[in-house]
């Protein structure tokens, strides 16, 4: 399977709008567990169950791999929604794989990165939702501080608030991922899921989503 990747933010997109992973709703807004009123709603875990869906995924995800990062050494998981994927593209490129939880465990070996890693290795982290950023950098940080180098993070979606990439910048990780926010609202518009006059509303959130329904 050929990938291209130029392509690839507008194949992801309409996916995740076919399989229901994604929902765009601005006159009828979600409200987030944190309390953010937002018109998207997200559920990557969707993904493992549609076979072709996770196949693109995974083969977008390698595709990434093999051109920004060829030196990568390990895939590592961000638990929970990375685990599956990072398998899958662990065996694809003939891998290591680990997992990294959000905190160390209370108990056993107190392990916050599961799987066997070695200092120097060189480690590709895989994440399935970009937010605000701050689990998947919680994660890479913690590679980082068990002697590895963390070459970047990839993952299926970001939101692309600006607060996101700035912090990803602050930490010197790169960012990569197969899909966006912008790309799916051009992708919905395409298929008659969203007004035109949908567009301009859907955009003010990414902006400036604290505001957002204020």
Same mark, same amino acid.
């Given at each position: 399977?050929?990938?291209?990747?130029?392509?690839?933010?507008?194949?992801?997109?309409?996916?995740?709008?076919?399989?229901?992973?994604?929902?765009?709703?601005?006159?009828?807004?979600?409200?987030?567990?944190?309390?953010? %009123?937002?018109?998207?709603?997200?559920?990557? $875990?969707?993904?493992?169950?549609?076979?072709?869906?996770?196949? /693109?995924?995974?083969?977008?995800?390698?595709?990434?791999?093999?051109?920004?990062?060829?030196?990568?050494?390990?895939?590592?998981?961000?638990?929970?929604?990375?685990?599956?994927?990072?398998?899958?593209?662990?065996?694809?490129?003939?891998?290591?794989?680990?997992?990294?939880?959000?905190?160390?465990?209370?108990?056993?070996?107190?392990?916050?990165?599961?799987?066997?890693? /070695?200092?120097?290795?060189?480690?590709?982290?895989?994440?399935?939702?970009?937010?605000?950023?701050?689990?998947?950098?919680?994660?890479?940080?913690?590679?980082?501080?068990?002697?590895?180098?963390?070459?970047?993070? %990839?993952?299926?979606?970001?939101?692309?608030?600006?607060?996101?990439?700035?912090?990803?910048?602050?930490?010197? %990780?790169?960012?990569?991922?197969?899909?966006?926010?912008?790309?799916?609202?051009?992708?919905?518009?395409?298929?008659?899921?969203? $007004?035109?006059?949908?567009?301009?509303?859907?955009?003010?959130? $990414?902006?400036?989503?604290?505001?957002?329904?204020?």
């Amino acid at each position: 399977m050929t990938t291209n990747l130029d392509q690839l933010p507008a194949v992801i997109a309409g996916n995740l709008l076919e399989i229901g992973a994604v929902s765009l709703r601005p006159q009828q807004p979600f409200t987030w567990t944190s309390g953010m %009123i937002s018109p998207i709603y997200c559920d990557n $875990r969707l993904t493992m169950s549609f076979p072709s869906v996770r196949e /693109t995924i995974a083969e977008g995800f390698a595709a990434i791999i093999r051109e920004q990062f060829p030196d990568c050494e390990a895939v590592a998981g961000i638990a929970t929604g990375g685990i599956p994927h990072a398998a899958w593209v662990a065996q694809k490129l003939n891998l290591p794989m680990l997992y990294v939880r959000d905190k160390a465990k209370g108990h056993g070996k107190t392990n916050q990165i599961e799987g066997h890693y /070695t200092s120097g290795q060189k480690v590709v982290l895989i994440e399935d939702l970009i937010s605000t950023g701050g689990s998947s950098l919680k994660a890479a940080v913690a590679v980082r501080e068990a002697g590895c180098e963390v070459q970047g993070v %990839i993952a299926i979606f970001t939101y692309q608030f600006a607060h996101a990439i700035e912090a990803f910048q602050a930490e010197s %990780i790169p960012l990569a991922t197969l899909s966006n926010y912008s790309a799916l609202v051009q992708e919905a518009l395409s298929r008659g899921a969203i $007004r035109e006059e949908d567009v301009a509303q859907l955009q003010s959130w $990414r902006e400036n989503p604290q505001e957002y329904g204020k």
